[in-house]
């Protein structure tokens, strides 16, 4: 078990770490735009999340952003293809984007640099050996929890509440991001949120306390974790 000096030795170097951050490299993950992948129902995706975050800003989108093509995307896309004279499909593609041909991602949360990168630390950390989605989700459960009453209401607060993170105890946390863990935080902040608004997670196969898990709602897996309300 790890000492309490020790753990504080782990959070202390986290903050400090992140004070060093590259600021030109921090200041891209403000503004990014994307591709013309063809997007259909069933589909999710950072760029899912940026064509619902245009559609809405345009007042065709009504829902949440988070990331996946369901049937109020569907809805929002044939309100836009009928208003621009394009064949009302529902599927976002090359004649949508010639209409509306950049793409470009705003984040949902009024943040520092700082706390981008102390994100995408935290999901280095947490998701390490996870695929790209299993990264977002990981991330999404650090911000469905800042907009709970259960949790603090900052990410900084989230991430440095006692206890809630093995990977600051560990010390995985104080490792620099690499560029897909950035790409993370991105997607997280920009609503994209496979976890379907889950503000727990935990690995079965390491697990070792787990009374708790009787107490919470099972959402789905997603890689290695189970993710929970």
């Known amino acids: 078990m790890l000492s309490k000096s020790r753990i504080l030795?782990?959070?202390?170097?986290?903050?400090?770490?992140?004070?060093?951050?590259?600021l030109e490299e921090a200041k891209a993950l403000e503004l990014t735009e994307f591709g013309s992948r063809a997007m259909s129902r069933g589909d999710e995706?950072?760029?899912?999340?940026?064509?619902?975050?245009?559609?809405?800003?345009?007042?065709f989108?009504?829902?949440n952003i988070d990331g996946?093509?369901?049937?109020?995307?569907?809805?929002?896309?044939?309100?836009?293809?009928?208003e621009n004279g394009l064949s009302v499909d529902g599927?976002?593609?090359?004649?949508?984007?010639?209409?509306?041909?950049?793409?470009?991602?705003?984040?949902?949360?009024?943040?520092?640099r700082d706390d981008i990168i102390l994100l995408?630390?935290?999901?280095?950390?947490?998701?390490?050996g996870e695929d790209f989605r299993g990264k977002v989700?990981?991330?999404?459960?650090?911000?469905?929890?800042?907009?709970s009453n259960q949790?603090?209401?900052?990410?900084?607060?989230?991430?440095?509440?006692?206890?809630?993170?093995?990977?600051?105890?560990?010390?995985?946390?104080?490792?620099?991001?690499?560029?897909?863990?950035?790409?993370a935080a991105r997607a997280a902040l920009i609503g994209y949120d496979p976890t379907l608004g889950s503000i727990y997670f935990y690995n079965p196969d390491i697990a070792t306390n787990t009374a708790w898990i009787s107490r919470r709602n099972y959402v789905t897996r997603i890689g290695g974790h189970v993710f929970l309300r």
């Open 45 to 59: 995706g950072i760029d899912v999340a940026v064509l619902q975050q245009k559609l809405k800003q345009l007042n």
């Open 151 to 183: 949790f603090p209401n900052t990410i900084r607060d989230v991430i440095l509440q006692k206890g809630q993170f093995s990977s600051l105890m560990d010390g995985q946390a104080n490792y620099y991001p690499g560029e897909e863990e950035l790409q």
């Open 120 to 128: 995408a630390r935290i999901i280095h950390g947490e998701a390490r």
């Open 9 to 22: 030795i782990s959070v202390m170097l986290l903050l400090i770490m992140v004070a060093f951050v590259n």
């Open 137 to 147: 989700a990981v991330g999404s459960v650090i911000l469905n929890r800042i907009v």
């Open 61 to 63: 989108y009504k829902g």
């Open 68 to 82: 996946i093509y369901g049937g109020v995307t569907v809805k929002a896309v044939k309100k836009f293809q009928q």
């Open 91 to 112: 599927v976002f593609g090359e004649s949508s984007f010639k209409v509306l041909p950049e793409l470009k991602a705003q984040l949902n949360y009024n943040i520092s």
